[in-house]
């Protein structure tokens, strides 16, 4: 067995229990930024009523829901 002093030994420890806890973080935060980019990205706000309803069709106009006017599709938020 190799020796390792204690001080040494709880480093090492430490150190595996912080990177896993980074790594899991990272990769939590990760995939809620793209649920959330996935939730924004049919979202669209009417430029005359502002209303924001969601458009899943892949057409370059989107009609309003509530007044009927189409509705040019942009990013909210950036990403
Ligand atoms: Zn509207």
């Known amino acids: 067995m190799i ?3 204690l001080p040494v030994l709880v480093f090492i420890y430490l150190f595996v229990f912080l990177s896993a806890i980074f790594s899991l973080w990272i990769v939590y935060e990760w995939l809620r930024r793209r ?3 996935e ?3 049919y979202r ?3 430029t005359i009523c502002a209303s924001i309803f969601e458009d ?3 057409t ?3 009609r309003c829901p509530r007044c009927g006017s189409l509705n040019e ?3 909210i938020g950036g990403l």
């Open 39 to 41: 939730t924004l990205r």
């Open 60 to 62: 370059l106009l989107a």
């Open 35 to 37: 649920r959330e980019r």
């Open 44 to 46: 669209i706000q009417c």
């Open 73 to 75: 599709r942009f990013r």
């Open 3 to 5: 020796r390792v002093e």
């Open 56 to 58: 899943r069709s892949d």
